[in-house]
C-alpha cells in the first residue's frame, strides 16, 4: 500500500526535476553538457562528438582566408565524412584549388552543388574556375550562363542577389 502511494509522488517529483535538468521532457539536448546527459568517466569523447565541427568549420574558413590551403585541407578531410553540410565540400574545393589540383577541386564543388536545387553561387564560381585551370572553357561559360540566368530570375529582390552578382563577377573576370 505505502509503495501505490509513494510511487506516483516520487514520479511527480522526479520528472519535472529531471526535465528541467536535461533539456526538456522530450529529451532534445543543443550541445549543452549537463551532469545527467554526459559520460561521467571523460567528458572529452562528449564534447568531440558534438562541438569541434563547427568549430573545425570556422577555423578551415579562417586558414583558407589567410592562404594556409594544406592545413585547411587536412582539418576538413578529418570531418567530411562526418556531415552532410554542403559547406564543407565547397570548403574543400575551395582549399585544392589554392593548393593546385583543379581536378579535385572540381569533383568537390560538384558534390556541394548536389544539395541545392539551384546551385550555390560559390560553389559554382568555384566550379568554373575550375573548370577554366583544366581548359574546359566552354563549361565555364556554360555555368556563367547558368548564374546570369539565376540572378536575371532573382532580380535584385532575393537573399541570394549579392552572391550571386559576386559569382558572376568572379566568373567574367577569370574567362577574359
Known sequence: MRLTVLLPLICAIAVPAHAQQAGGVSGIHFNIASPLVS?????????AQLGPRRVNVAHAQKLIAAGNYAEADAMLSKIIGETSSKQVPFLKGVAKLGMGDAAAARRYFEKSLYYGKNGMPGAMSGLALAEIRLGNRDAAQNILDKLRYQQEKC???????????QAVAVVEKALI
Not at 559520460?39 to 564534447?47: A, G, R, V
Not at 532580380?155 to 552578382?165: Q, Y
Request: with cysteine.
Open 39 to 47: 559520460p561521467m568517466f571523460d567528458n572529452s569523447l562528449y564534447t
Open 155 to 165: 532580380s535584385s529582390n532575393c537573399d541570394r542577389a549579392k552572391p550571386l552578382d
